[in-house]
């Protein structure tokens, strides 16, 4: 059965013959929300980079802790852009455990992404969190949204989440001037924690050969080096341990092997 008909809904621009990321990235975590065109380009992106299930299950974890970590620092309002295809340790989730009245505004450009969210925010939770179809590289359009804005305060902090996304922005999108329009959005005390996928430890074939695959995909991938995910925290505080590769950030497990060479640079960063 396919993805959409399961849910029993068939939005006309899911598109399901192209590969999707948001689809792609649920097969490595294991979901079944995803078809067979975003299974096989999945599988051939493994073949080429083993690690890529486990750094995707790393990126997760790393999204769950540093949430935890948001919501502890008295954060109670997030904007997750990017938020996937919902599985266990949804944002809200993890944030409204810390504080049950914290807001959550997910945004994402994707219909499927959509289509479960709703379907997951029916439940008890409606009212502190919202789903919203956009796109980042529209940062204006985001912080005039009439549900992003009826639900987040902007004169509030806000936590700014752009996990596993900012790699589907090319340079010519401008993605550091989309993250400072956001972030200059934001009131002091704010945070902004990201994740962003990187060809720091590829070979120089896997580094070309894996991103070919997400070109017949609906986005293109744009690894960036650490010195370039950096950029992202200008005039921002980092948090300890800094920018480290995701399973490193405030770890609650003993380093593993392969740990330090994980594909995905994290950080979390305050607006001072
Ligand atoms: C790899 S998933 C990451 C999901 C989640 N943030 C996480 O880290 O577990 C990337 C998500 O970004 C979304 N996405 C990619 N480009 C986007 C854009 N320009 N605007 C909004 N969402 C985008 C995809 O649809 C997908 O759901």
New binding site residues.
């Given amino acids: 059965m396919s993805a959409s008909e399961e849910d029993g809904q068939e939005p006309s621009d899911l598109r399901p013959e192209v590969p999707?990321?948001?689809r792609m990235?649920d097969y490595y975590l294991g979901g079944k929300d995803n078809f067979p065109a975003d299974r096989a380009a999945a599988e051939q992106v493994m073949a080429i980079s083993p690690r890529v299930r486990l750094s995707a299950q790393a990126?997760?974890a790393f999204?769950q802790r540093a949430v935890r970590y948001l919501a502890e620092q008295g954060v109670k309002q997030f904007l997750d852009?990017?938020?996937?295809?919902p599985t266990a340790g949804n944002t809200h989730e993890i944030a409204q455990k810390v504080h049950p009245d914290a807001r959550v505004a997910y945004?994402?450009?994707?219909p499927i992404?959509l289509v479960h969210s709703r379907a997951l925010l029916a439940g008890a939770s409606h009212g502190t969190a919202t789903v919203v179809q956009?796109?980042?590289?529209d940062p204006a359009g985001i912080l005039a949204d009439p549900e992003v804005r009826g639900l987040l305060d902007l004169g509030r902090p806000v936590a700014l989440l752009l996990?596993?996304?900012l790699h589907?922005?090319d340079e010519e999108s401008d993605p550091y001037g989309i993250v400072r329009t956001l972030v200059d959005a934001l009131p002091s005390g704010s945070y902004l924690a990201l994740?962003h996928g990187t060809a720091d430890f590829l070979s120089p074939e896997q580094a070309q050969r894996g991103p070919a695959v997400y070109c017949a995909a609906t986005?293109r991938l744009t690894l960036r080096s650490k010195a370039q995910v950096a950029r992202f925290f200008e005039g921002l505080e980092l948090v300890g341990p800094g920018i480290v590769t995701v399973p490193l950030w405030q770890p609650e497990q003993p380093e593993r092997e392969g740990d330090a060479l994980t594909g995905i640079w994290g950080g979390v960063g305050r607006k001072p």
């Fill in positions: 999707h990321p948001a990235y990126n997760r999204l852009i990017g938020t996937g295809i945004l994402d450009n994707d992404v956009a796109d980042l590289r996990f596993a996304i589907f922005v994740s986005e």
